[in-house]
Structure formats: structure tokens, C-alpha cells
């Protein structure tokens, strides 16, 4: 069997998927606990249009789950309504069932929530270790007169940045890279030091935009691999913005499905591959009529 097909396989025999109250479906495992994420009828408009509109997911604690759409559907957008980045212009978004009113970026990164990005934003003429410890600075505090002094508080919080870091890093097998300029790593070694990141920052909900672009099939089984070890390893959640639809189908448990900023479908891998609507806004009405 293919690793895909292992996932698959895996997947279907571990995860049910059951209503919950803001008519979705989560993990039956996460029943009982607060959502990683709940939006309710969030939406946003820049100049009258409305580019999300009635956004409505729940997210389980552990769940990894899709956000899905042809281009321009509006997914992006929806990572940066949920980071903060743009403010909503209506609705509500629960993090751990606080509600994120009001919030920056930065509060609602305390608050849980870590991303990545279309485009890699490191910072390239960093090492790999430092890129990390960028992400540890709330983590492990030590205050301003430690740091210019160096108190002995100063160099055991130093101490713990790299030992965190490294401990990071050896998820991806990347402690041996740790001395390496972040800038003059292969692509897909970037991606992965972006992902491990915004681990540092202890999410409890990870959101993924294209991981997977860019990387060979190899590189994508493995990546597959390593978000399923994420999400058992620290009991988190994780969403992912992907056009790689193997990758998709395979490991996420529940698939939310964007078309001009509206959700057109909810449900399982199985149920999404089966939805006329979704079919359709991918092939277009005519090629479905052509293929049928």
C-alpha cells in the first residue's frame, strides 16, 4: 500500500465525525472539550464587497482539518480574519472558547493561535536555531535588566531557548541544519522551519497555508507524516489551506469547501468528494455536464 493509502486507511478507522450544535461536525474524540475554533457567521467586506460572508466552522480540539476552494475562493482571507490581521467586519471567532473581540495579532498569538504562510517569511540571514527562538521569545521570560546585565537568570533562560529549539527542530530531523542561515536552506527544508516556528509559540491551533507548494512527492508524503506526529504530539489542532487535493483527502478529518468567500460544503473527505457543488465550482458546470 501507498503511504497515502495508509493515511486514508488510518484516518477512516480512527476518526468519526458527529454533529455538533453550530450545525458542523468534529472529532467524537474532541465531544466534551472546547473547540479549537468556532466562527460564527463571520464575514468581512472591503469597500461593499464581501469577501468572506457567513463563515460558520467548528474545529475539534484535535482535529485537522481542510479549508479548501479554487482560487480566489476566499481562504486566505480567512486565515487572516482568524490571526487578526484583518479585523472582522461582523461575527464572532472563539479560540478555545474565548472570544477574540477586540484582539491584535499578537494577543491572539498568546492566545493560541500560530500560522504560516503562502510566501515563506523567515528571516533569512538568521540561523535555523534563531528563527526558532524567535518564535520561544514568550515562552520563557527574562526581563530587560537580565538580558543587559547577564544575570545568571539571563543565561539560564538562554539555556532553555536551546534546548527548546533543538527539541523543536528534531521533530523535522532538522537539529543538524540548527548553525545554518535560514536563507540558504532548500525549499522545502524552509517550509518545514517555518512550521516548526510557529510550533515554538505553543498553539492550540495551527493554521497551515499550502504547506505542501512547492515540494516533491516525497517531501509532501513526509510533510503528511509530520502533521498527523504534530497534531498527536501536542494535542492540537491544525487547519490547512491546500490545492494538493492527495494530501487532503488523506489526512484531514473534516473539509470545509470556500467559492467567492461562502462556504458551498461541509462533511468528511468522502462526503466532499461526492458534492455536486463542490465538483462543480472546481470543473466548472459545463465539464460536469460534459463529463457526466
Not at 44 to 69: M, P, Q, R, S, Y
Not at 233 to 247: G, R, Y
Not at 261 to 268: C, E, F, L, N
Request: hydrophobic share 40%.
Amino acid at each position: 500500500m501507498s503511504k497515502l493509502t495508509d493515511f486514508a486507511e488510518a484516518r477512516r478507522k480512527s476518526t468519526k465525525m458527529v454533529p455538533v450544535p453550530s450545525v458542523s461536525i468534529m472529532p467524537e474524540r474532541d465531544l466534551g472539550e472546547a473547540p479549537a475554533l468556532e466562527c460564527v457567521h463571520l464575514g468581512i467586506e472591503f469597500g461593499g464587497l464581501k469577501a468572506v460572508d457567513d463563515f460558520n466552522v467548528t474545529v475539534g480540539k484535535t482535529e485537522i482539518c481542510g479549508l479548501i476552494g479554487p482560487n480566489g475562493a476566499g481562504k486566505t482571507t480567512v486565515f487572516n480574519l482568524l490571526t487578526k490581521v484583518y479585523q472582522p467586519t461582523h461575527g464572532t471567532i472563539m479560540v478555545g472558547g474565548r472570544d477574540t473581540a477586540g484582539l491584535s495579532p499578537a494577543k491572539v498569538n498568546q492566545l493560541g493561535v500560530a500560522r504560516t504562510f503562502q510566501n515563506i517569511r523567515l528571516f533569512s540571514s538568521l540561523t535555523v536555531e534563531e528563527n526558532v527562538e524567535i518564535g520561544l521569545h514568550n515562552q520563557i521570560p527574562c526581563g530587560m535588566v537580565s538580558g543587559i546585565l547577564r544575570l545568571p537568570r539571563h543565561w539560564k533562560a538562554e539555556r532553555e531557548f536551546h534546548d527548546r529549539a533543538m527539541e523543536l527542530l528534531d521533530i523535522f530531523g532538522m537539529t543538524g541544519l540548527a548553525d545554518h542561515e535560514a536563507g540558504s536552506l532548500p525549499y522545502g527544508a524552509q517550509r518545514r522551519l517555518e512550521i516548526v516556528r510557529a510550533l515554538a509559540t505553543n498553539p492550540k491551533l495551527l493554521l497551515l497555508d499550502e504547506p505542501a507548494a512547492g515540494m516533491n512527492p516525497s517531501e509532501t508524503a513526509e510533510l503528511m507524516e509530520n502533521i498527523v506526529k504534530i497534531r498527536d504530539q501536542f494535542h492540537i489542532a491544525i487547519m490547512l489551506i491546500e490545492h494538493d487535493m492527495n494530501l487532503v483527502m488523506n489526512i484531514c478529518e473534516g473539509i470545509c469547501v470556500l467559492n467567492f468567500g461562502k462556504i458551498i460544503a461541509k462533511g468528511t473527505p468522502e462526503e466532499i468528494q461526492r458534492n455536486d457543488a463542490v465538483i462543480e465550482a472546481y470543473l466548472g458546470k459545463q465539464k460536469k455536464e460534459v463529463e457526466a
